[in-house]
Structures are given as structure tokens and as C-alpha cells.
């Protein structure tokens, strides 16, 4: 039976809660997620990022002006997972000044915050991981030593690098529930469709190919499954039994 903080959708101790391994110490993250500064400092880099991801696709071919503006968030995938991710970041705030030592195992959460914990924690993983493949794919086309190939490369690879570092702290903080886990998985593969059925994928040197859309519809799957294995999702409330 669940207790009494837990049916008011409490979580009791979040973190990785399968079988891989805890990335990081809880102390870590419990110590630079709840003090204003580092927090703060975080939203902002990610702010940054997700103004110089747009930028990418606004200059890129096709560019943003080539797809309505609902579907921004299907087309832009990596400004997409920032903006996912400030928004996850920002369910913190309210509770910074709260002098817990467990603040983050013990962040409040329902349907809709379970729902965007998930969302940022698979579009950060998916398109981390996504970009070195499809970077790597094609490799004569983007190593080299001019100061833009070197960006353009090392440069992009190190900052999605860095998404996936990000995602791996939010099952500190956030829980998830198979109705998120459903809703992230129709999404993903939603904007599989979209990328490679209307050829609306992220701008790259080369045409995508049936390799890299099976690549991403794997990938879409394994983000969901290892979401389902990192996050805690012991809460009634939030899994609908």
C-alpha cells in the first residue's frame, strides 16, 4: 500500500532507479540543482543554446520558414529538447529556498510535470546520441581543421555531448508514468514521421537514407525504454493504477 505522501504524487527517493548504473553522486546533483546561482547559470546556458540552435535552422536549408509554426517543435529537434529542458529545470525554482537536504527526492510532481520530465529526459538523450551518428556517418564531409569545420564538428558534437549529461539529471528530480512514457513514444515517433517522411530532418551535408531513419526510429525506441528503466515510477498517482 502506498503511503500517504506517495498518493499525493510525492516520490520518496528519486534517482536511477533500474538496472544502469548511477551517473552521477545524489550529493552532486542535489547540491548544484537547488542553489540559485548554479541553477540560474543553468537555464541561461541552456537559453543560449536553444537562441544558437534556432539561429542554425533559420539560416539552414530547409530553413524554418519552410514549415508552419506549430510544427517548429517537430522540425527544430535540438532547440526543441533545450526548450524541454529549461522547462523541466524551472519546475525547481519554486523550491530552491527551501533549506532540504533531500529537496529533490522529495519534489512535488502530477500527470502534466511527470509528462515533460519525460519528454526533456528522451529529446535530450535522442538527439545527444542522434547528432555524433549522423556527424559520424558522414565524417569526410565534416572533420577538418578550418576554424568553421572545426566547429562544425567538434564544436557541435562536445555541446550535444552536453544534453545528454543534462538528461541523465533529471530522474534525480522527476518521475515518470507509462501514460508519459506512452505520450513521449507516440511523440518520437511522431516526429520520425515528419523528419524523414516529409524529408523535414535536421539540416546535414547529405541526404538522410533509409540507415540513418532506421537509426532514429531505433533511437526513438531505446530512449523511451531506458526512460521507463532511469526514472522512478512507483507513484499511483501519476501511474494510473
Known sequence: MMSSSEDDGVAQSRGWHGRLPQPFPTRWVQYYLTKPASLGWLLIADGVAFLVGVNFYVHSEPSLQAVSALLYPLFGDSPTGLALASLSV???????????????????????????????????I??????GIALNLR??????????????YWGILLTHAFFILQAMTIPYYGETSRTALFIAL????????????????????????TILAM??????????????????????SLSGD
Open 126 to 131: 535522442k538527439y545527444g546520441i542522434w547528432t
Open 139 to 152: 565524417p569526410d564531409l565534416y572533420i577538418g581543421f578550418t576554424p568553421a569545420l572545426l566547429w562544425e
Open 186 to 209: 507516440v511523440l518520437l515517433l511522431s516526429n520520425d514521421v515528419f523528419d524523414y517522411g516529409f524529408g523535414l530532418y535536421p539540416p546535414l551535408r547529405y541526404e538522410a537514407g
Open 215 to 236: 537509426i532514429t526510429l531505433g533511437l526513438s525506441v531505446a530512449v523511451i525504454l531506458l526512460a521507463a528503466d532511469a526514472f522512478d515510477s512507483h507513484s499511483t
Open 90 to 124: 524551472a519546475t525547481i525554482l519554486p523550491y530552491v529556498k527551501r533549506t532540504q537536504p533531500q529537496l529533490l527526492a522529495n519534489m512535488p510532481s502530477n500527470h502534466l510535470v511527470s509528462i515533460l520530465h519525460t519528454l526533456a529526459f528522451v529529446w535530450l
